[in-house]
């Protein structure tokens, strides 16, 4: 082989070496340092310890007829919460990349009255800054989520409003009220931003909380 052909060569094959590396090394991992994958089952938890690192729950919102839930995070330490699945929207990739990867993020258990436990947005009037996350009648503003990875021990969530269709989206972070509710901030400092791991759902189950 001519020296000019076996130097191009190898720097192909340096360029896909080093392209798969910084792939893997934007995959988004589990608490166990494998990588998310989309239909697999995980428990959301919070980074704080004790009673913070708790796990998530829809509970219902109010006390009137409709069936409407929001997410909240309460401190019951040790509670992993309702196991979550990720789905991938928008391409056929089976990966989950930090900033990068369109996902739609639903509860493995639901309630009897929700028609679907796929997660979206409330814009009650009563917070019309921090629309409040939520399934079922509640979810009335749809959109997308991405997993934006901020070291090797926490992710941030962010929620895009509209189709992915849009390039680049509009995301935020988010949150939580002092309420324990979930929210999506419209603050882009990132300060706010509520921090989580992704722990691989085994043998115990999550409860779905109606209270």
Known sequence: MPARSLITTLSFLLWISLSLVSASENEVTDTTGEPLVPGQEYYLISVNGGAEGAGVYAVKNGVDMSCGFIIIQPPIEGNRGTAVKFRVVGTSTDKIYSGSTDLEIEFVEN???????????????????????????????????????????????????????VVPPTCYDIGMETNRVLVVNHDDTGNDAKLWVFEKAQSVKGKFSII
């Open 111 to 165: 309630a009897v009255c929700v028609k679907s436990p796929k997660w979206g947005a409330d814009s009650d009037s009563a917070s019309p800054y921090l629309p409040r996350l939520a399934i079922g009648d509640n979810m009335s503003v749809s959109g997308f989520f991405q997993i934006h990875v901020l070291n090797s021990f926490s992710s941030k969530l962010v929620f895009c409003p509209g189709t992915v269709k």
